[in-house]
């Protein structure tokens, strides 16, 4: 009866959505303003009842529903079992219509507080995405379809009627081996899906925005909250996703611009853009037909994302879905990208840009320049990922894009945009002059030198590490003096250097909130260039007792080993891991074993050291012995943390201006 | 202390520490890292998207060892690439050549490079000239509110026809029954050939499985046994469907196969004709061609003309070159085949 469940859950989603979307433009386009939040608690009401629905079916191991029959099994433990619902296509996009009908509902609630136009008409966008979403779950990506024909471990055959003749295997398939391998598995897909379904609410007040022929700032302002807290997310989303990666994937890499990869690294780059220039447009009235093209983009980007991810049409290590579902969802790309362009351009008249930017060195020329790398930045991405596919399509040709191409242009790209990370905060809006320019650039570019010759007396000599770190330092000390500066002038400055510091962050926390960011980008430049650069790597085959030493580490191979638990089992090789003959830890990598798939899933070790991790990865266990590969990554955490420090900086300039006080801020540092 | 002073010396501690910097990066010693940045610039025909560097597939691993031995008896990074590609296809570089199909993957970001900074610089120097700028343009301009709309609709109608260029990409390459995407991702040196008829044999249909029909065809045509080579190449040759150089490689075959196993001269010609229709440069067809005529129809004059165009082809290696010129002495001075 989960299925009945489910599926009127989602009905009644489908129902609020259509509501949402009627009411809302009828209240947009000045007739009443009712019904919006009746049908803005439907959604998010029949949602939340499909969500349970779905977990308690996986709770429960009800293998009546087909998509519990074939990704759930009754061994899978907690907390798989709850991450399941969104381990295949059709459970995460329930997961999908969930966040969307949250981020609407929020939306609702602040339009509720000032009932307006334009906020009525985002909401009625919202509403129509909603109804896309809800419709493709009640019709080629349904997941209460019941069991209709069992097979052993699965379902061959179901149908979409809840009351159709139900048969349920005894046991099901159980999740893909690889999701079910580690903890990081199961947030990171939430925390993707907060930041790609978050952007949907700036496009939302876009559109709205130019279907009432409204531009100016307004729906900026509004919107901004939701672009920071969508965008912090998918920074999360993208570095766990790094993080599983280099933990689970035997690779040992972290980042293999692999299509799924790049999916959302397109939206986190123009988004970032969108974040530089909506500032620009709220400041100086700049860039407005610019923003609307960011933001049209980004939600466009994601789409695409959501149809390379889903579609399985492009191959690679996260295709674990293939559906019909691939067409509806370029459908809907190509509506989206067509329809809201054809609105742009017959609002275009509306949205020019008044001022015209007076000198390329300063501010504005500083985040045209970031605007222009960033897009570039990801219109190599884009480009890269599609191009096969493209040159297949025209000539049959079969050609490959890889790491290689995308390293070529990305590390320039990537070195360009830490230069401008610098040198955007110490220039003043609309005219720096070479003097100012100087004498704010001179300190940090001493310390940023003093840096790299201390890396390269110290460390190493390799010129890529050294230019990071010149650059990343340049980045760190051109903050740091901006908020130096501003503290010496803070009027309470006699109460002490840090009671000043810190009230000059608190009074423009969305500008220092940024310059926290920057200096996470910057922890995670250093922790790719270290862990790409002074890495090593050797390959062993030992048998038992045999020893290798390794980065100052004395590796012993003690025995094979054989584990087994309910649902899986577990073969790997135990090491003890000795340094200056005293012990230090035991590893064992290994292969693990889920139900009843052959395929194994090999699980490398690490040794976690401050300097960098020891990770051993088991390639081959047989008589002859173990053939076991060693990889060091020097500060590879730095990414993991300089991620979290980049979302950080999100969420304190989240906190800046409190909704509906979003007056332009004055204390900016534009001195 | 001075200003002026001050600058001089920020100035000259930057000098310093650049021209440092500069010296003990270019002093350090090489990185003798050619394997390993030969291993991640080639996928991993077996695996899905990763580098050979990277992964644990035996074939990798094996592919590892050649280039590493390659590196170590002093060949070229050139020389290695180019083996590589030849055996396993171009389709496994990560990092394409910027020619043919792949020039534009490398051409367009610089394209947009340019176009972003020359839209830049107009829009700076064009106060409210851009079309739909709001300080010059009224909203009642109607000239510039069409002019817009159409520029609107020329960006939509470019961005929908690669949006739909691509999606029929996708869709040629879902395949019936997903049976294309299994196929692609078998490595035919690791499969025995009982596997390979026993899959082509249930992929009939399919045009993808022309490249695993080709390989195991090439298979039999190495180890002599033209009996089981023969109806692959001419499955491939009569689907219609096959690629341009697959088509090719398969007529060679089957001409050469017809001479040399059954001694059909006249089909051995007819096929080489129409393996040349196909690629009329390609010095394996003309070369089996003159042979066929020399050895089998005994007209060395006209298998030494053919012989002449093998020659005249600039990529030949050193071997086929002395072997195809002392032919075409040998057909020259009209003596009989060897």
């Known amino acids: 009866m989960l299925s009945l469940l489910g599926t009127l859950g989602l009905l009644s989603a489908l129902l609020g959505s259509v509501l949402l979307t009627w009411r809302g433009w009828l209240a947009a386009t000045g007739h009443t303003d009712r019904g919006l939040a009746p049908a803005a608690r439907l959604v998010l009401a029949g949602a939340a009842v499909a969500m349970g629905a779905m977990q308690l079916a996986l709770i429960t191991d009800d293998f009546s529903l087909a998509y519990v029959a074939n990704h759930h099994a009754s061994t899978t433990p907690f907390p798989f079992n709850v991450a399941t619902a969104w381990a295949a296509l059709e459970g995460s996009i329930i997961l999908w219509g969930l966040v969307l009908a949250g981020f609407t509902w929020m939306m609702l609630r602040r339009h509720s507080r000032s009932p307006d136009r334009l906020g009525a008409a985002a909401l009625a966008v919202m509403g129509a995405v909603a109804v896309f979403f809800f419709a493709l779950m009640l019709t080629v990506a349904n997941p209460f379809e019941v069991c209709t024909e069992a097979i052993a471990n699965g379902c061959a055959a179901s149908s979409p009627w809840p009351f159709a003749a139900v048969q349920a295997p005894l046991e099901g398939r159980g999740p893909n081996p690889l999701l079910q391998n580690h903890l990081l598995m199961a947030i990171h897909p939430p925390m993707l899906y907060l930041g790609y379904v978050g952007m949907t609410v700036p496009f939302a007040y876009a559109i709205g925005a130019l279907a009432l022929g409204l531009p100016g700032v307004d729906w900026l302002r509004r919107s901004h909250r939701s672009t920071v807290v969508a965008w912090s997310f998918l920074t999360v989303g993208i570095v766990l996703g790094g993080w599983w990666a280099y933990e689970v994937l035997s690779w040992g890499g972290y980042w293999a611009w692999d299509p799924v990869e790049n999916a959302s690294l397109m939206p986190w780059l123009v988004a970032t853009a969108f974040l530089h220039s909506a500032l620009v447009q709220r400041r100086r009235g700049m860039l407005q037909a610019w923003n609307f093209v960011l933001v049209i983009s980004v939600f466009a980007l994601t789409i695409l994302g959501t149809f390379l991810t889903r579609s399985g049409t492009i191959q690679s290590v996260h295709s674990f879905t293939q559906s019909a579902i691939g067409p509806v969802l370029l459908g809907f790309l190509l509506v989206v990208v067509v329809g809201s362009f054809a609105l742009f351009s017959a609002r275009a008249h509306l949205v020019g840009s008044t001022p015209r930017i007076d000198h390329l060195v300063s501010r504005e020329g500083s985040f045209l320049a970031n605007n222009l790398l960033l897009t570039l930045y990801a219109f190599v991405v884009l480009t890269g990922t599609t191009y096969p596919l493209v040159v297949e399509a025209f000539s049959g040709a079969r050609v490959g894009v890889g790491a290689p191409f995308f390293n070529r242009l990305a590390v320039p790209l990537s070195f360009a945009l830490l230069l401008m990370m610098g040198l955007g905060p110490v220039l003043p809006w609309r005219l720096a002059p070479p003097r100012l320019l100087w004498l704010r650039t001179r300190g940090p570019a001493v310390i940023a030198l003093a840096a790299g010759l201390l890396t390269a007396l110290t460390v190493t000599r390799i010129g890529w590490v050294i230019l990071t770190v010149v650059l990343g330092v340049f980045v760190l000390a051109c903050s740091s003096g901006v908020l130096a500066e501003q503290a010496r002038r803070q009027p309470g400055r006699h109460e002490g250097r840090l009671r000043a510091t810190l009230e000059v962050i608190r009074s423009d926390r969305g500008f220092w909130g940024g310059q926290l960011s920057h200096a996470g980008v910057v922890l995670v430049a250093l922790g790719i260039a270290f862990a790409a650069n002074l890495g090593a790597h050797a390959e062993a085959v030992m048998s038992p007792g045999d020893t290798v030493v390794f980065a100052g580490h004395t590796f012993i191979y003690e025995s094979p080993f054989q584990r087994s638990a309910p649902g899986k089992s577990t073969s790997g090789a135990r090491l003890t891991v000795t340094e200056d003959g005293s012990f230090r830890a035991t590893l064992e990598p290994s292969a693990n074993y889920f139900g009843a798939d052959p395929t194994g899933v090999s699980t490398p070790d690490a040794l976690h050291l401050p300097g960098g991790d020891i990770y051993v990865t088991m390639l081959r266990l047989d008589a002859a012995g173990v053939t076991l590969v060693f990889d060091t990554s020097p500060l590879i955490w730095l990414i993991w943390l300089g991620g979290g420090v980049v979302a950080g900086g999100g969420a304190i300039a989240m906190t800046g201006r409190r909704a509906g006080t979003m007056a332009p801020a004055r204390q900016t540092a534009d001195v | ?338």
């Open chain 2, 1 to 338: 202390m001075s200003e002026r002073l001050r600058d001089t010396v920020y100035l000259v501690f930057m000098t310093i520490t650049v021209v440092a910097l500069a010296a003990l990066v270019l002093a350090a010693p090489d990185r003798d890292d050619r394997v390993q940045e030969l291993g991640s610039r080639i996928r991993c025909p077996v695996c899905e998207g990763e580098a050979i560097i990277d992964s644990p597939a035996p074939m990798a691993r094996d592919m590892m060892k050649l280039i590493r031995q390659r590196v170590d008896e002093g060949a070229s990074d050139e020389e290695i690439l180019s083996e590589i590609t030849s055996s396993y296809s171009g389709a496994v570089l990560l990092d394409p050549p910027a020619e043919g199909a792949t020039l534009w993957l490398w051409l367009a970001p610089l394209l947009a490079l340019a176009g972003g900074i020359s839209v830049i610089l107009w829009w700076r120097a064009h106060p409210g000239g851009t079309p739909g700028s709001a300080k010059s343009a009224t909203p009642s301009s109607p000239r510039r509110r069409s002019r817009a709309i159409a520029g609107g609709l020329l960006v939509t109608l470019v961005l929908g026809a690669v949006v739909v260029a691509a999606g029929s990409a996708l869709q040629d390459r879902e395949g019936p029954g997903g049976g294309a995407a299994d196929l692609d991702s078998v490595d035919p040196s690791l499969v025995s050939n009982e596997t390979m008829e026993a899959v082509i044999g249930a992929n009939q249909d399919d045009p993808s499985i022309d490249g695993m029909r080709l390989a195991l065809a090439e298979r039999y045509f190495r180890a002599g046994d033209y009996r089981s080579a023969f109806p692959h190449y001419l499955a491939i040759a009569q689907s219609g469907t096959a690629a341009d150089e697959t088509a090719h490689t398969a007529l060679v075959r089957l001409g050469w196969m017809a001479y040399d196993g059954n001694g059909e001269v006249e089909t051995a010609l007819e096929l080489l004709d129409q393996a040349l229709d196909i690629d009329a440069g390609s010095p394996m067809a003309l070369y089996l061609k003159g042979l066929v005529l020399w050895c089998g129809a005994d007209r060395p004059e006209e298998a030494g003309d053919l012989f002449q165009a093998v020659l005249d082809q600039a990529d030949l290696e050193d071997e086929t070159r002395t072997e195809v010129s002392d032919d075409l002495a040998a057909a020259r001075r009209g003596e009989g085949c060897a």
